[in-house]
């Protein structure tokens, strides 16, 4: 026991000593929260038990298997529909606070339709999990949607038909109503750069429609509104009541110049209008950002579009939209370097309407997915622009992670990234006063990612895809997080 504790020790040494040179208080503040974050489609298997309705994720990976890189999909996943006991239970040792987890529309509602009915069986599993976790001592974070669209709901346009807005605001209503007793953070939504862009406009993710320059704006701007009116009906209906809170969570890169160039400065301030303000701004001022809203608008014209392909928000959604959130969640993994393109976008798409060139310094350490390198000075800088373009909104990190190709126990390079991650974060909150509330670790189990299928692994634990059993195992960066957590400190 003693000897494994000193190898612990000095195995983790190095890579703590390195991950926290300049940083001088290594201490979270007392009300600072950790926790791990998963979704459903990714982990929860069990797609057509109990009930359940059928999702585009389900639809689409039995229909075009060949999209996902391994031919996988999330059908038994890692089979969390019935080991949720044992997750909770890895969650307890880990020793976080919270535990950020997403409902499964379908499994609520499986027509995914306002009263079209609900599932008794869907709903029970959510409460034993909730319930699980509170008698754990763990906070639940609910993500309302993570990408999983009924696909009744896709039949008659999805998120590009604003009709689906009254069904997200029911089914929301359903989720408050049922569990908001219980549960305190709700998120509203999970990236929508994610699934509306990718999933409307390049094809690239689940509806796989490819409407570039078009259905990502159309997508997002009933996703935003759904928000809002999300967040209206929680503060009216349930609020004072409930006495919880309500955001989302919204990805990016950190957008760095490639050189000290004026234009690759601009090229930056750019990748950051079109990758995150576009998101934000509309949800701390009411609308788009007038930059964005002129360039679009002057680019559709010269195109031959008789009005700006990004829709308008009308007064009262404008009104509804202003500070419609009680705190911004953050999806941060990486950063590019930004440069102005010569390169030929298709027209229209949002690439062409941004224009920015992304790359990677070579120098950069990358991970096994090739669009995230290791660049934790990137997540400082996030942070402090964060803070000076939005008026220093309570700040959550709801995911940060590292890929790797192989499941081992002994993953460093994991390690390496959470502490160096979390060290910026450090230097964040206490040289530059930025509000963050908390830190979420991305995955805490390996699981099915997305297009990339299994072959991506971001868990703390190993999961073993061989057995029926899915037999979960720590690894060695699932005890260093629960070190950090127990002393809430990076090093003693
Ligand atoms: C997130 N990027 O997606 C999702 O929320 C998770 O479901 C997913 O498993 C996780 O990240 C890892 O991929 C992102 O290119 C995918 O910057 C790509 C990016 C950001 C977020």
Known sequence: MVLNLLWMFLKFLPIITTAVQGLRNLTFPNNFKFGVATSAYQIEGAWNEDGKGQSIWDHYLHKYPYLVKDKSNGDIACDSYHKYKEDVKLLKDLGVDFYRFSIAWTRIIPMGYKDSGVSLEGIEYYNNLIDELLASDIEPYVTIFHWDTPKTLEENGGWLNNSIVDHYVSYARILFELYGDR????????????????????????????????????CTHNALIAHSRTYKMYVEEFKISQKGFLGLSVDTAWAEPKTDSILDKLAAEEEM???????????????????????????????????????????????LLRGSFDFIGLNHYTTALCSWSNQKFPVPSELDDCGVKQSQNTTWKISAAPWLAEVPWGLRKLLVWIKEKLNNPPLLITENGWATTDSNLDDNDRMNYHTKYLSEVLKAIHDDDCNVIGYTAWTLMDNFEWMSG???????????????????????SFFLYQKIIRNRKLIE
């Open 183 to 218: 549960v305190k953070h709700w998120l509203t939504f999970n990236e929508f750069s994610q699934f509306c862009e990718e999933g409307y406009s390049r094809a690239e993710k689940a509806p796989f429609k490819s409407l570039q320059g078009i259905g990502g704006y159309q």
């Open 273 to 319: 209008l079109f990758s995150y303000f576009y998101y934000l701004h509309p949800l701390i001022f009411g609308d788009y950002p007038t930059l964005l809203k002129m360039k679009i608008s002057l680019k559709s014209s010269v195109q031959g579009f008789r009005t700006s392909r990004l829709p308008k928000f009308n007064e009262s959604e404008i009104e």
């Open 454 to 476: 299994y072959g991506e692994k971001f868990g703390l634990v190993q999961v073993d895809l061989t057995s029926t059993n899915r037999t979960r195992t720590p690894k060695d």
